[in-house]
């Protein structure tokens, strides 16, 4: 059975929670100030392999899969069965459309006939120009109900040539989506196949070192085994990502340096750092100045005399020289140099800082990694 608890005592509680806080001491946090650290590094990235010729098949009729006649890893020519779709219904929709077709054929004989025998009449003064227009109109009706009973006739024979699933190209299937007795569905993926001959790899680049990507005096993959392989061509989408904010790279490989590899593989990009265009190096915080929470990186950011809390976008770890900052954070700003010390009760910035605590006036990005070394906590009272 739970405890009530009145709202006089919930007032009472948050009383003394508050002059609890009010009566606490500032506690003095090292600070540091955001800049440049050194020269900018190599852009290092994670990427994936991806096939440049790569195809779903999906179904285009409805009806169970009565034979799935490949598996994953099997290759197969241009035009070899891959599915087999019951076509029972198509068949009957095809016979149907094979009998419509034979009754607008005698439909229209009777009309010409009609038609004839009408002109003559006509010619002989036995009936009136109107009827003469009747038969002709007919005889044009059923012409063309003639069309469109054949034009239903070949629709039908495609759809049942649809139960019929083919390979495109020669591949290697990927994956198998379905198996036999499974009900396929206009549009349902069964089989997903790829050219082995022809891989690219493909990285999502931040919009903020797009620059530096697009800059780059160098652009190398490397392979799962080690292997060190220079892009054949280089594709830049247009477009931005309006979610992650990224732009996506695709570097198609030669031929002759995929061997063993696969879609899907992850690999990495390096853009080496032109010297002849240089670029602005990115932010670099010490380890200790990023808080993590799940999914969100974040640092504590002065503001007037307090700490304000603000998602950051961290980028390549640079080990002990810190971590950097692509996006969230700006240059001349000042952030906690401690993030767990920052986010206590009574945190305050202290401008000067710690021995050791900073590099050269106090900025962050110096050539080795500060390491905030902790303010003690002032007496209790």
Known sequence: MGIKIGPVAVALQLMLVGAASADAAPLPVVTLEARAGGEAADLVLDGSLQAVRQATLAAQVAGNVQRLA???????????????????DAQAALARSQAAVAEAEALLRNAELHAQRTRELRAQGFVS???????????????????????????AALVRGHATVTAPFAAVVLATHVEAGDLA???????????????????????SRAAQARQARQVQVLLPD??????????????TDPVSQTVQWRLDLPASAITGSTPGQAVQVRYVSSAAAPVAAP?????????????????????GERFVLRAVRAGVDRGRAGVEIWAGLAHGERIAAD???????????????????MGAAGTVGAASAPTATATPAPPTR
Do not use: C, F, N
């Open 339 to 357: 993030a767990v010390r920052a986010g206590l009760a009574g945190a305050v910035p202290s401008v000067a800082a710690a021995p050791g605590a």
């Open 129 to 155: 120009q109107a009827a003469l227009d009747v038969a002709e109109t007919s005889a044009h009706a059923a012409r063309a109900a003639v069309q469109q009973a054949r034009a239903a006739r070949t629709q």
């Open 283 to 303: 932010i670099v915080v010490p380890p200790a100045a990023l808080l993590h929470r799940g999914e969100l990186t974040a640092v504590y950011v002065v503001q």
């Open 226 to 239: 080690g292997r060190v392989i220079e892009p054949g061509a280089r594709t830049l989408l247009p477009g």
């Open 185 to 207: 569905a206009p549009g349902r993926a069964l089989v997903t196949v790829y050219a082995p001959g022809a891989l690219r790899a493909v990285v999502d680049v931040p919009a």
């Open 70 to 88: 490949v598996q994953a890893g099997d290759r197969v020519r241009a035009g070899q069965l891959v599915a087999v779709i019951d076509e029972r």
